[in-house]
């Protein structure tokens, strides 16, 4: 079983493995110009409901068997995800491999952008899907819900970590009804996890930096964004250190439209 976080030459000595299940999460238009050999492409709007005010939850399971069966997918796989964006669409469907009880999964580090840096093989070819008839049943443990973050607050137990822009927490920029964040909140920018410098790959400090804004091994962790997008990230993050770490699914879409739930600004 490969780890949690490889880097593209762990990748690459592992192409012709016949249990491999490789998926693209990047962008459609950068999937046909050039991807890994075998990589099945799976579009962003097939991981969330759609369904407004929290279009970013977890869809019905009915949607998620589409899904996978459609990618030909079996449990005994190791399935490696990437995209090209520093690895949130990535880090979501590493997530809903978790909700739906898959334990061999992997995130390439840096993505397409160190896969095509490091010079490794790419292709247009559209592989061969054999699709499967999967019955999924989902795990709630790494779900957070709205329940569980109105609990958290005040409990020094639990942080929540808001991975959206400073703008965005501070409610100085404008993205919904109700702006601003979770009360006790703390907030560490996606972006700032990623090393820019090193092809989107996570930082090699990303534990002290945590631990700088108060993000520590000790502590539950729910983590989100808009639209538990960027948050796959942060997510994938914490559990590759080991961390108690769960997802708003809801995320602020859902956190925002309620006007029962509290705001800071």
Same mark, same amino acid.
């Given at each position: 079983?490969?780890?949690?976080?490889?880097e593209?030459?762990?990748?690459?000595?592992h192409?012709?493995?016949?249990?491999?299940?490789?998926?693209?999460?990047?962008?459609?238009?950068?999937?046909?110009?050039?991807h890994?050999?075998?990589?099945?492409?799976?579009?962003? #709007? +097939?991981l969330? /409901? @759609? =369904?407004?005010?929290?279009t970013g939850?977890?869809?019905?399971?009915?949607?998620?068997?589409? *899904?996978?069966?459609?990618?030909?997918?079996?449990?005994?796989?190791?399935?490696?995800?990437?995209?090209?964006?520093?690895?949130?669409?990535?880090?979501?469907?590493?997530?809903?491999?978790?909700?739906?009880?898959?334990?061999?999964?992997?995130?390439?580090?840096?993505?397409?952008v160190?896969?095509?840096?490091?010079?490794?093989?790419?292709?247009?070819?559209?592989?061969?899907?054999?699709?499967?008839?999967?019955?999924l049943?989902?795990?709630?443990s790494?779900i957070?819900?709205k329940?569980?973050?109105?609990?958290?607050?005040g409990?020094?137990?639990?942080?929540?970590?808001?991975?959206?822009? #400073? +703008?965005?927490? /501070? @409610? =100085?920029?404008?993205?919904?009804?109700?702006?601003?964040?979770?009360?006790?909140?703390?907030? *560490?920018?996606?972006?700032?996890?990623?090393?820019?410098?090193?092809?989107?790959?996570?930082?090699?400090?990303?534990?002290?930096?945590?631990?700088?804004?108060?993000?520590?091994?000790d502590?539950?962790?729910?983590?989100?964004?808009?639209?538990?997008?960027?948050?796959?990230?942060?997510?994938?993050?914490?559990?590759?250190?080991?961390?108690?770490?769960?997802?708003?699914?809801?995320?602020?879409?859902?956190?925002?439209?309620?006007?029962?739930?509290?705001i800071?600004?």
């Open positions: 079983m490969l780890p949690l976080i490889i593209p030459e762990t990748l690459a000595d192409l012709q493995d016949e249990n491999l299940l490789i998926i693209d999460l990047c962008r459609p238009g950068t999937y046909m110009r050039m890994i050999p075998g990589a099945i492409h799976v579009e962003p #709007a +097939e969330i /409901s @759609g =369904v407004q005010p929290a939850k977890l869809p019905g399971l009915d949607k998620l068997e589409a *899904l996978f069966n459609r990618i030909g997918y079996l449990p005994e796989k190791q399935v490696v995800a990437y995209d090209d964006e520093g690895g949130g669409w990535a880090g979501r469907f590493i997530w809903t491999l978790d909700v739906i009880g898959h334990r061999k999964s992997s995130y390439l580090n840096g993505g397409l160190a896969w095509a840096t490091a010079k490794h093989p790419m292709t247009t070819q559209i592989p061969e899907i054999r699709e499967t008839r999967t019955n049943t989902v795990d709630t790494c957070a819900t329940e569980h973050v109105l609990a958290s607050i409990d020094p137990e639990t942080i929540v970590w808001d991975a959206r822009s #400073a +703008e965005e927490y /501070s @409610g =100085v920029k404008v993205t919904s009804k109700r702006n601003g964040h979770i009360p006790g909140a703390i907030n *560490l920018d996606w972006l700032e996890v990623m090393d820019h410098d090193r092809q989107l790959r996570i930082r090699n400090d990303i534990t002290e930096l945590l631990k700088a804004r108060g993000i520590t091994a502590k539950s962790i729910i983590t989100h964004c808009q639209t538990h997008h960027r948050s796959g990230l942060t997510y994938l993050i914490g559990k590759s250190l080991g961390y108690s770490i769960q997802a708003y699914d809801g995320s602020w879409t859902e956190w925002s439209n309620d006007p029962e739930t509290p800071e600004t």
